[in-house]
Structure formats: C-alpha cells, structure tokens
C-alpha cells in the first residue's frame, strides 16, 4: 500500500497540485436538487426585511499559544446587501473596522484614517473567520452547485452540496456545505483550495431563530486544516432586529466611531 | 621660497615630541575619515552589486493592470515587453521575468510566511553562482517543475531535509486560496544580503499558482552589456512602449522606486478609469539604490561632522601650541628679523612647519587607514547571517577607497591647518626685531 501510495497517489497528487486543475471551469451550470437546496438555507440565513445588529466574539486557539479573543459589533442589511463591523475588543484592534456595500468591501485603519480595498473574504483580525460570515450570502451568484450524495454528521442526515466557483474572487473555490435534512440548515462546510486542498472547516454548531422562518448561528467553530491545532470558536450575543440608521452603513461612521 | 619650505621642513623634527602630539591627532582624523568614505563607497558598490544579482536589473520594469475595473500587481504581456527591448536595444540587452508571491509554508504544524521567488530557468541562471548548496543542487532543482531551494535558516527552522515534500498555500491574485506542493531540491547559504531569505522555487510553478495568465510576470529585470546611461536607455525604452499600448512612466523618487522593484501580487484595488490598461514602471538601478545612497551620504555627514568637531579641537591646539613655539623662538625669530627677513617671511615659515607636519601626518593617516582597508578586504572573513551581509562580498567588509576621496581629505585637513595656523604665525611675524631680542619668557 505504501509502495502504491509512493508510486501512484502522491506523484498524481502533485500533478495535481502543480498543474492546478481550472476549478473555475469544472461545472458549467447548477444541479436543480442543490440548487433548491442552497437556494432553502439562504433564505433561513439572509434576513431582508429587518436590520440585524449583534455582538460576536471570536477566541482564536492555538497550539502552544494563550487563546487570543476579539469582539466586534456588526450591523447587518441584508435587503441592500451591506454591513458594518467595528472592533472592540481588544484595545490594539479597537477602532478598525469592515464596511460592506456590495461587492465592495473597505477596512478601515484609524491608525493612519485610511480605507483599504479588501478582497470581500478577508479573513478577519488574522483568525480563521472570514468578513462573509457576517454578511449576505449569495452562493448561486459565486458558485455552480452541484449534489454531493448524504452524509451523516454528528446526528444528523445531511445532504451534501458541492460548490465550483464560477469567478475567482472568493476565498474558498471549492466548498462542501452539509445541510440538515430536518430543517434545511447548514451544520458543516468543507472549503478547498483550487487544486481541491481542504483548507478549513466551519461546524455550525447552533442557531437562534429571528421570526418569520429566519435564522441566525449564535455558535460556530472554524478548523484550519492547514495549521493542525487552530481553531477559531464564534459565538454571537446581543441580537437586536430593530431598525439601523442609513449613516451606520457609510466610512463616515466608520471613522466617527474610531476616535 | 624654497629656502622657507627647507628650512620649515627641518623644524618640524625640531621638537619631535610637540609635533607628534599636534600630528598624531591630523593622522587619526584622516584615518577615520579614510575609512569612513571607503566604507559608504563599499556599502554603495556592494549593494547595487548584490541588488544587481539577485533582485533588481540594471532596470526593472514592474506594474499593474487593469481588467474589468479590478487593479492586479504584475506585469501583463511581458514577452512583449522584452521583444521591445531587444528590438529597441539589440543582442545588447538580456531579459529576465521574475514570479514573486509570499505565501505560507506548512510543514508538520509549523507554518511560516515566506516570499517565494520563481525564476526562469531558462534564461535566469545567474543566481546560481551566488549558491553555496549544503545540500542539494541546481541541477536537482531543474528537474523537478516544482522543485524548491531554500536558504539553511527556513530549512533549519522547519526541520527539513532534501525531498521532503510542502505545502504551500496562497492567496491569489483574484482572492481565491491556491495550494500547491513542493519538493525540496537544495539548502544554501549566501553572502548575498538579498538572497538571504529568497527561496527559490520555478517559475511556471508560482505563475500556475498565482492563477496567473501565461504572459504575466511580477517584475522584469534587464541587464545590458554597457550598464551606462541608463536614465537615457530607460526613457527610450519607456516610449518605445507607449508606443505599443503599454503607459510606461518612470518612478516620481527614490522611494518609489525601491517600492516598484520590490512589488508583489496580490493587492485590491479598484481603477475608475473604466478602461483595461497596463501600466508599467521603469526604475534605473540607480534609482533602486537612490536611498541606500542617500543613507551612506548622511552616515559621512555625520563622520564629516565628528571629524569638524575633532578639527575645531585639533585648531586650539595649533593655536596655542604655535604661540608656546613662537615664545620659545623669539631669539630666532629677532635674528632672522634682523638679517633682513620680513614679516612675511616669518609667517610663511610657521605656517609651512604645521603644513608639513599636517601633510606627514595625514599621510600616515591615509597610510594605516589603507592597511586596515586590506586587512579586512582579504585576510578578515565576517560570518555571513544579518544585516551585516549588505556590507560583506565572499565574508569580506567591502572597502573602497577612492584616490579623489583622499586627496580631498588631504587638502582639506591640510588647508584647515594652514588657515588655523596663519593667525597666530602673523602674530610671530609682525614681532619687531628689538622686541624679540629683548623679549624674555
């Protein structure tokens, strides 16, 4: 076996890596199954019609480290696709912050008052969870999405979605998501490099309901695959859907709330 | 005259220990100032030198381009680019392409940022010859396309040894995560400051990587057979590719220019200009290094500074140790005025004395200054690791002294010394002759 895997896998595995096979190219158009699929989680997780603000906390692990803990308001319009984040925690990252409208995302460094162009999966304050979390998804804009069979995670039957992204522009070109088939909610996703590396782990781990068949994850945890004992554990407080000012969505808020 | 500067150059062995005392202090002065101006002229050189031979070309061409309103660090159709310049500069002209992406090494739950450099093979062999292997070979590296060589230190911090294999993951120039894996095919060590920390890896690699088009590099470096004139050979370059669609500028300063020589994908911009385009910088070598020059100019004002201070104490000293001398030779001075030796006379004497003397000592300065110079240019070897490697060929300090950097030094330690030396040798001079002979201290 070892001989087989000396021979034949790893030498196909490297071709692979290095040729860097057109990830982007793979599927031409969606599977109708996944599709409705995907299409039935984001519209459980993508709350148009009210405003979203809520307090997470990120606590970064590492092996051979002391935890590192970040804490950052957002503030979150789906219908327009836009969202503010502000750190406030800890006092090195106090006054930074992301602001989305569209697909342009800007950080924000009080440090020197300037609004850097970010590519809109930034990975936020070096842990391993990226400024999409926080926002608006829109997979079948991004991805070709295709049905990967079932799966069983933790307790759970899942169906198992694959994801080919049709532009470059995201972090994770090839990702599995695993949705619950009991009520249509993502528990775990599998993002992959373009030569298909798994790079990181998101587990889903639990969801507060907002209304109106809305949901929001209040816990998740985040594995980087790469670097074996990372892990960034999210958790979510403080959820508020009352209306947000239009000024809370603007670099002029961002630079307000940063002196 | 002649008679003066005789008899002047005898007097200065007069009274050898108060002119060893004034002399020894005009030999340190030249000495560091020697040093000094051969150490900023070495760093100078050594840094083009090395620069030269690793990551710049005698110019650079470095840039960016536009698709879709989306900005990519890069240089676009660069095959085009170096057509241009053989068309424009002839068989006089090499090209190089560079792929540059930093990214983050795994192995065994270390993980590393590292700057990758991919080097065309083909055409890019110059960096071997700066490659001491530990292990490995460049001939290992060509066999693999995704070979890698590393400097000892990475490979000592990793714990890795030939064919190992890595992971390496990058974030794209579009966004999206890459990864790759590389073999291990050599560990080296250099004195070449700027290699110090490349590891190399092959060009084609990186690109595939990047997710880059085939016809796009980080930077290209030029190297000509008459590296002279180059501001002149940038410029008709530069419209040379205007002429062909590219928007090719030269660099506003100093600091942009070491910023396009170092630049690297991937950034996020965004172009209003609603247009593709591909714009390029040209920056001389000249230019690149513009800044370590303007460093090693301020490291000799501040040596230029000491010195002054060191002189302005060293004039105290001619001051008061030529009037002690004139008291001392008043009999001589009154015996000399009155056999007819005008005022003149006499101040031309005193000041001839400390000419000398300031000649003869600075000589010596220049002399131990030289000597050191070969002590630490061929017999000294410094280890390599650090910073100290901007300043070291082979393990050598590079020193060079340069024969209008003396003469200036001399002619100026000895022109001070003569105008310090005037005011109090007048003094002596325009002594009567009845007041010197009669005169006693």
């Known amino acids: ?259 | 005259m002649g008679f003066y500067l005789s008899i002047a150059l005898k007097n200065v062995f007069r009274q050898k220990k108060r002119s060893f005392t004034l002399g020894i202090n005009y030999a340190v002065v030249t000495f560091i100032l020697v040093l000094l101006f051969a150490f900023s002229q070495g760093a100078s050189q050594n840094i083009t030198t090395n620069l030269v031979r690793s990551s710049a070309g005698h110019i650079t061409i470095s840039g960016s381009y536009t698709v879709a309103g989306r900005v990519y660090q890069g240089v676009r159709r660069y095959p085009d680019i170096a057509a241009e310049a053989s068309a424009v500069f002839g068989k006089g002209v090499t090209v190089i392409p560079r792929y540059v992406v930093r990214s983050s090494l795994y192995y065994n739950g270390i993980s590393k940022r590292l700057e990758f450099t991919g080097v065309d093979t083909h055409s890019d062999s110059g960096i071997q010859g700066q490659l001491r292997f530990l292990s490995g070979s460049w001939d290992a590296f060509l066999s693999a396309d995704n070979a890698v060589v590393l400097p000892k230190d990475v490979a000592t911090y990793f714990g890795f040894g030939l064919e190992d294999e890595v992971v390496i993951a990058t974030r794209t120039r579009f966004g999206a995560f890459n990864t790759g894996t590389l073999k291990i095919k050599g560990i080296y060590e250099t004195d070449n400051f700027f290699i110090q920390s490349l590891v190399l890896c092959r060009f084609p690699f990186l690109q595939t990587l990047d997710l880059a088009e085939a016809d796009t590099a980080s930077s290209l470096y030029l190297y000509f057979d008459d590296p002279k004139q180059l501001a002149q050979k940038r410029d008709a370059l530069a419209s040379a590719l205007s002429g062909k669609g590219f928007e090719a500028t030269k660099p506003a300063d100093a600091s942009a220019a070491v910023n396009a020589v170092s630049s690297a994908s991937p950034s996020y911009e965004m172009d209003a200009s609603g247009r593709d385009r591909i714009r390029l910088t040209l920056s001389t070598i000249d230019e690149a290094v513009g800044l370590v020059r303007t460093v090693t100019a301020a490291v000799n004002a501040i040596g230029a500074l000491i010195a002054l201070i060191m002189l302005f104490i060293i004039a105290i000293s001619i001051f008061i140790n030529l009037r002690m001398t004139i008291n001392e030779r008043l009999r001589e001075i009154g015996t000399m005025r009155t056999i007819g030796v005008g005022a003149g006379g006499i101040t031309s004497l005193f000041v001839f004395e400390n000419v000398f003397l300031t000649l003869l000592f600075s000589l010596i300065g220049v002399a131990a200054a030289l000597v050191v110079v070969g002590i630490f240019g061929f017999l000294v070897r410094l280890p390599f690791g650090g910073a100290v490697a901007l300043f070291l060929d082979n393990g050598h300090l590079v020193l060079v002294p340069r024969i209008s950097d003396i003469a200036v030094i001399v002619a100026v330690i000895t022109g001070f010394s003569a105008l310090f030396s005037f005011f109090p040798a007048r003094y002596g001079g325009r002594i009567r002759p009845v007041e010197a002979l009669t005169r006693v201290f």
Request: hydrophobic share 40%.
């Open chain 1, 1 to 259: 076996m070892n001989r087989l895997l000396r021979r034949i896998i790893v030498p196909l595995a490297l071709a692979a890596a290095v040729a860097v096979p057109p990830a982007f190219a793979a599927p031409t158009q969606n599977d109708p199954a996944a599709a409705k699929i995907v299409s039935g989680w984001e519209s459980k997780l993508n709350v148009e019609g009210v405003d979203l603000s809520t307090l997470f906390t990120l606590v970064q692990k590492k092996t051979g480290e002391t935890d590192r803990v970040l804490r950052f308001q957002t503030f979150r319009r789906d219908s327009t696709d836009m969202y503010t984040i502000i750190f406030q925690y800890p006092d090195s990252e106090k006054g930074k912050g992301y602001l989305r409208r569209g697909d342009d995302l800007y950080f924000y460094i009080p440090s020197t008052r300037e609004f850097v162009y970010r590519n809109r999966k930034d990975n936020i304050g070096s842990t391993d969870a990226r400024t999409d979390l926080f926002g608006r998804q829109n997979t079948l804009a991004q991805y070709f999405v295709t049905s990967a069979g079932t799966a069983t995670v933790s307790k759970w039957e899942c169906d198992v979605v694959r994801l080919d992204a049709k532009v470059p522009d995201v972090s994770y070109p090839v990702q599995k998501w695993y949705v619950r088939k009991s009520d249509g909610l993502p528990v775990k996703a599998e993002n992959f490099s373009v030569s298909e590396t798994i790079l990181a782990t998101f587990y889903y781990i639990d969801y507060k309901a907002l209304g109106n068949g809305k949901f929001i994850f209040t816990k998740l945890l985040a594995v980087n695959n790469l670097e074996k004992g990372q892990q960034t554990f999210i958790t979510n407080d403080n959820i508020a859907v009352a209306a947000i000012p239009d000024y809370t969505f603007t670099k002029a808020y961002l630079e307000e709330k940063s002196r």
